[in-house]
């Protein structure tokens, strides 16, 4: 059911989510970007450019502890987090991002640390005038426990599950027709340009050298992976301190040249070429395949990364333009 948030209402909100969960809310810098930040008091900044960094670091941190070994042998698994996190102020592609490594961590064998941070974790997303220059977000599918919807008169919330609903109990109802100047249409996730993209890939249209003089701009600072809220990959290291021994995880990028280097000195990706296309084959043919998803949810991220203008949106503009100059 449709709520309506006075100010107080919407901080009672917070308060009721903070007793349960370690709240995370946007906040802005002083450079005018916003991060999810542990929430002190006072109002979110729910409008405005996307969330700099991406929110499924949250549930796959950048380095991670997998577990301590001491010299006899026994091992000790991190403790999990004293309150599962809350994060607050998702849009729908924050939402699809998470969602996309959900299906990846979750499925079959499930991992175990993802799983870790992720169980009972709520998530508040999103929709409404909360555009970066006050447009329109599309409206939010159940990907998401609650729904903030910032309507020309207010702040509204709609639950999408049974914890949703117990947090807006007792709140206002509001009437379904303050949606009504709303644009609450559903959008296709990726942008046109995207989908051409992925038709030429997976059509082997694309040619050779176009990867060629892609990759001769890579500087190899793999800051396109780091961004990306659905990259998934990551190597393990040991570090030993006296008697014990701690296991970390930490995020790995396909374009850098030690990715898939093998001890005999080997290596499958042996060039930058190699490697740019293997990054986009993966994200529009590869993961089509396996998940029936794309392994992009159009953030954006890489491209605002990306120091020689070749994340996902300028490099898809500039594949269509050749296949278009080339006839194929
Ligand atoms: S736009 Fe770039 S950063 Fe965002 S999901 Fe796609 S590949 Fe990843
Ligand atoms: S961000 Fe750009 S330059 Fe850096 S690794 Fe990715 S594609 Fe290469």
Redesign the pocket.
């Given at each position: 059911m449709l709520k309506r948030l006075e100010e107080k209402d919407f901080l009672c909100l917070l308060e009721r989510i903070a007793e349960r969960w370690q709240l995370l809310v946007p906040q802005r810098m002083s450079d005018g970007s916003r991060l999810l930040l542990p929430w002190q008091g006072g109002l979110p900044v729910l409008a405005g450019p996307p969330l700099q960094r991406k929110p499924t670091e949250v549930f796959f941190p950048q380095l991670e502890l997998l577990l301590e070994l001491d010299d006899a042998g026994g091992v000790a698994l991190p403790n999990p987090p004293e309150k599962p996190p809350a994060l607050l102020g998702l849009d729908h592609l924050d939402l699809a991002g998470i969602a996309f490594l959900d299906r990846f961590f979750l499925s079959p064998p499930t991992d175990d640390a993802y799983l870790r941070r992720r169980r009972g974790a709520l998530l508040v997303g999103v929709s409404g005038l909360a555009g970066a220059q006050g447009e329109t977000l599309p409206p939010l599918e159940g990907e998401c426990d609650l729904e903030l919807i910032l309507a020309p008169d207010g702040l509204l919330a709609h639950p999408h599950t049974a914890r949703g609903t117990e947090l807006l109990e007792g709140f206002a109802e509001a009437a379904p027709d303050k949606l009504a100047a709303l644009d609450r249409n559903a959008t296709e996730l990726l942008p046109e340009i995207l989908l051409k993209a992925a038709r030429l890939l997976q059509e082997e249209r694309v040619p050779e050298d176009f990867w060629e003089e892609i990759a001769a701009?890579?500087?190899?600072?793999?800051?396109?992976?780091f961004a990306c809220p659905t990259c998934s990959c990551f190597g393990v290291q040991d570090r030993t301190f006296g008697k014990r021994t701690e296991r970390s995880r930490l995020w790995d990028?396909c374009?850098?040249d030690a990715f898939m280097r093998e001890a005999s000195g080997h290596n499958p990706l042996g060039t930058e070429t190699l490697r740019?296309r293997r990054?986009i084959y993966h994200k529009l043919v590869a993961d089509p395949l396996r998940w029936g998803e794309p392994g992009c949810v159009a953030c954006g991220r890489?491209d605002r990364?990306?120091?020689?203008g070749?994340?996902m949106f300028a490099l898809c503009e500039e594949l269509v333009r050749t296949c278009d100059r080339h006839g194929s």
């Open positions: 701009r890579c500087i190899a600072c793999g800051g396109c992976n990028s374009q850098l740019t990054r890489c990364a990306c120091p020689t070749i994340g």
